[in-house]
């Protein structure tokens, strides 16, 4: 009899229709970051496994929370993995440094790698199962990047689904934002929408068009804002943000720093992103030392909120590059 492929069609079946249920020993809290700021984070701990096989921590992308992920944590405790998820600051219910809460701001990128930081120390580290497995999606990922070369012990290895690796900008050249987002900061509108976004707004519109083309998991981030509470939403990037996210990804591409991640790196690439440069992220994958680029065909910017078929491939992809069925080794790295 062939064995049956890890997850199960059970398993993905049983996590899509509780997708807006976190498992019942979920716990949500607040821990205090390396500045004080107060940052909302959860752990799934898989209670009714008797051994974990290690710990995958989710970070969201930019305008997401913690709840996005609840039909992938569903999965890996289901394999038998324990989860913990963390609200970026600026989003979510963390500290957000700008009072209006539907503005999505932030003074710098470097903070998102300290709080990462601070997680591991305050809530992961002799509390969870190792080994620790960074996955995010899109900004989230980016920081998860980031945090691979800056703290390279935190973590064995990293999933990172349709990373920011730098920006998407429909052909415009590059140089035209980043200038753009210099003179708006010095003119004091660095808090200003940049064009064509705006206050949180539900259903398909503008830019959320481009996310995915499964209707119903689309709907899961607003009925976690609207049913749940309010306070998860946020609205556009200001030019604030948008001016640090390209920052970030400069330092993210400069000379020798990929090329410093020694940990394995799978990214996932959505392929009919239009939110970030799949070109970037190709490139960046050749520079890894133990990096595996897979491309999702058809897929949309949020792959993890895509159609069975495609969601069906992102976990293949996961199978092939750790084992689901007896956990991680990463010995040999």
């Not at 790698?113 to 509390?127: P, Q, S, Y």
Request: hydrophobic residues 40%; aromatic residues 10%.
């Amino acid at each position: 009899m062939t064995k049956e492929t890890l997850p199960t069609a059970e398993m993905l079946a049983r996590a899509k229709r509780e997708r807006r249920e976190p498992p019942s020993d979920a716990v949500f809290n607040y821990f205090p970051s390396y500045d004080g700021e107060m940052l909302r984070y959860a752990r799934f701990p898989a209670s009714r496994v008797l051994e974990a096989k290690g710990t995958v921590i989710f970070l969201p992308g930019r305008t997401e929370f913690i709840e996005k992920f609840i039909e992938d944590v569903h999965i890996w405790n289901d394999l038998g993995f324990a989860c913990a998820a963390m609200d970026l600051r600026g989003q979510g219910m963390s500290y957000r440094p700008h009072a209006d809460r539907d503005r999505h701001f932030v003074r710098s990128f470097e903070p998102h790698i300290e709080d990462v930081k601070t997680l591991f120390e305050k809530a992961l580290t002799n509390k969870m199962p190792a080994p620790f497995i960074l996955m995010g999606h899109s900004a989230g990922s980016h920081v998860i990047l980031r945090v691979m070369k800056e703290y390279p012990r935190l973590a064995k290895a990293a999933i990172t689904v349709a990373p920011m690796v730098d920006v998407f900008t429909g052909g415009v050249p590059r140089f035209i934002p980043k200038w753009l987002t210099i003179a708006m900061r010095y003119m004091g509108l660095g808090a200003k929408y940049i064009p064509g976004h705006g206050p949180f707004k539900d259903g398909r519109w503008g830019w959320r068009r481009k996310l995915t083309h499964d209707d119903d998991r689309f709907c899961d981030e607003d009925f976690f804002i609207k049913e749940k509470d309010r306070r998860l939403a946020v609205g556009g990037a200001t030019y604030k943000w948008l001016r640090e996210a390209l920052r970030s990804c400069d330092k993210l591409q400069s000379p020798g720093y990929p090329e410093a991640i020694q940990a394995p790196v799978l990214i996932l690439q959505a392929g009919e992103d239009a939110i970030v440069d799949n070109d970037a992220q190709t490139k960046f994958a050749e520079r890894l030392p133990n990096g595996k680029l897979v491309v999702i065909e058809g897929a949309m910017h949020e792959i993890l909120k895509e159609t069975d078929e495609h969601r069906a491939e992102v976990w293949k992809a996961i199978g092939e590059f750790i084992d689901l069925e007896n956990g991680p080794d990463f010995s040999a790295i």
